[in-house]
């Protein structure tokens, strides 16, 4: 296999098994040091002692790239292989096989840790038919969230990508800020032109009850908005350490979704576990539709969508009231219904 590709999946892997950061920018960095260089040249510098000594590589990664450059599958790769055949959640195992595509990703335009390209390619690995990009949004400057400059730059990227991949289709979106006067933060021009639309709270979380209500309610009502995203975010594990979950009131802010055919997502990163599960079960009494999104920052963490099957079918959510199970064209159809 080609070193490049070794040293991504090994990546992968890692990403998916929440290895530590350094440990998978290790390998990413290496991939980026010979992106480019043919077979020939890495052989010849492997021989000569220049690829150990070049910038990014290390004793694992070179060790790598030397099995690689022969036509062997690297004995570290074999290894991360065989423990990825063990699922990352069971229970759901039905309802996965169900979901085409994944509606909240993060790339390095915002603070994801790859380009929309090598996200593109770990969905195909998936076998994913589609794919929504959604960087962040202005206010949230921590997370270089996108301008509207920057993301309609992002949206001519998105069709390049796509004339060139073919078998999976990425979206144009966004994660946009719900501000504390519940508009949304980009231009609704902008926003009329995007596939997807997820929206979220990601500042002033400890607001009172009928303040983070009417926050909600504002993003809701918009008539841009696809997807609540992580509607209490709460932390419950992770590096980050836990958070409690914001305080709003649930039935009013299900209702509304219901009434403007806005999706709750169930949010399937780990360290989130959003909504609880009292709040999947009030959404889903309340008549809601679902999305079950990895809101991956790297390509491993788009296989967490396991964990949010799982979480789903443990609810009894029916299939068809998850949006992400939706062929694309049901789904497009859904989401640009409320742009006209």
């Given at each position: 296999?080609?070193?490049?590709?070794?040293?991504?999946?090994?990546?992968?892997?890692?990403?998916?098994?929440?290895?530590?950061?350094?440990?998978?920018?290790?390998?990413?960095?290496?991939?980026?040091?010979?992106?480019?260089?043919?077979?020939?040249?890495?052989?010849?510098?492997?021989?000569?002692?220049?690829?150990?000594?070049?910038?990014?590589?290390?004793?694992?990664?070179?060790?790598?790239?030397?099995?690689?450059?022969?036509?062997?599958?690297?004995?570290?790769?074999?290894?991360?292989?065989?423990?990825?055949?063990?699922?990352?959640?069971?229970?759901?195992?039905?309802?996965?096989?169900?979901?085409?595509?994944?509606?909240?990703?993060?790339?390095?335009?915002?603070?994801?840790?790859?380009?929309?390209?090598?996200?593109?390619a770990a969905a195909r690995t998936l076998r994913r038919e589609y794919q929504a990009l959604t960087d962040h949004s202005p206010n949230l400057t921590i997370a270089n969230g996108l301008d509207a400059a920057r993301l309609t730059k992002q949206l001519d990227l998105v069709a390049e990508l796509n004339d060139a991949s073919g078998d999976v289709r990425l979206l144009t979106g966004i994660e946009v800020d719900i501000l504390e006067d519940g508009v949304l933060d980009q231009t609704p021009e902008l926003l009329d032109?995007?596939?997807?639309?997820?929206?979220?709270?990601?500042?002033?979380?400890?607001?009172?009850?009928?303040?983070?209500?009417?926050?909600?309610?504002?993003?809701?009502?918009?008539?841009?908005?696809?997807?609540?995203?992580?509607?209490?975010?709460?932390?419950?594990?992770?590096?980050?350490?836990?958070?409690?979950?914001?305080?709003?009131?649930?039935?009013?802010?299900?209702?509304?979704?219901?009434?403007?055919?806005?999706?709750?997502?169930?949010?399937?990163?780990?360290?989130?576990?959003?909504?609880?599960?009292?709040?999947?079960?009030?959404?889903?009494?309340?008549?809601?539709?679902?999305?079950?999104?990895?809101?991956?920052?790297?390509?491993?963490?788009?296989?967490?969508?396991?964990?949010?099957?799982?979480?789903?079918?443990?609810?009894?959510?029916?299939?068809?009231?998850?949006?992400?199970?939706?062929?694309?064209?049901?789904?497009?159809?859904?989401?640009?219904?409320?742009?006209?």
């Amino acid at each position: 296999m080609e070193a490049v590709d070794a040293l991504d999946e090994i990546a992968f892997w890692l990403e998916r098994d929440r290895a530590a950061v350094f440990k998978v920018a290790a390998f990413r960095k290496a991939a980026t040091a010979i992106r480019g260089m043919g077979r020939t040249e890495l052989v010849t510098r492997a021989a000569d002692g220049r690829l150990k000594a070049m910038k990014g590589i290390g004793g694992r990664t070179f060790e790598v790239i030397s099995q690689a450059v022969v036509g062997d599958v690297p004995d570290y790769l074999v290894g991360l292989r065989e423990k990825g055949e063990t699922p990352l959640a069971t229970g759901g195992e039905a309802l996965a096989a169900q979901l085409r595509g994944d509606l909240h990703t993060h790339s390095d335009w915002s603070d994801g840790t790859t380009a929309p390209a090598l996200m593109l390619a770990a969905a195909r690995t998936l076998r994913r038919e589609y794919q929504a990009l959604t960087d962040h949004s202005p206010n949230l400057t921590i997370a270089n969230g996108l301008d509207a400059a920057r993301l309609t730059k992002q949206l001519d990227l998105v069709a390049e990508l796509n004339d060139a991949s073919g078998d999976v289709r990425l979206l144009t979106g966004i994660e946009v800020d719900i501000l504390e006067d519940g508009v949304l933060d980009q231009t609704p021009e902008l926003l009329d032109r995007l596939d997807i639309v997820v929206a979220s709270v990601h500042s002033k979380l400890r607001a009172d009850r009928g303040t983070m209500t009417r926050r909600m309610l504002g993003g809701i009502t918009s008539r841009q908005t696809n997807v609540l995203g992580h509607c209490t975010g709460r932390l419950v594990e992770g590096s980050r350490g836990t958070r409690p979950q914001s305080e709003f009131d649930a039935k009013r802010v299900f209702a509304a979704c219901a009434e403007n055919h806005v999706a709750v997502e169930i949010n399937s990163r780990p360290e989130r576990q959003d909504p609880p599960d009292d709040l999947i079960q009030l959404a889903l009494d309340a008549g809601c539709l679902f999305s079950i999104d990895s809101d991956a920052h790297a390509p491993g963490q788009l296989d967490f969508l396991q964990y949010g099957a799982a979480r789903a079918a443990k609810a009894g959510i029916p299939a068809d009231r998850i949006i992400t199970t939706w062929p694309l064209d049901r789904l497009l159809e859904w989401t640009h219904a409320k742009r006209g």
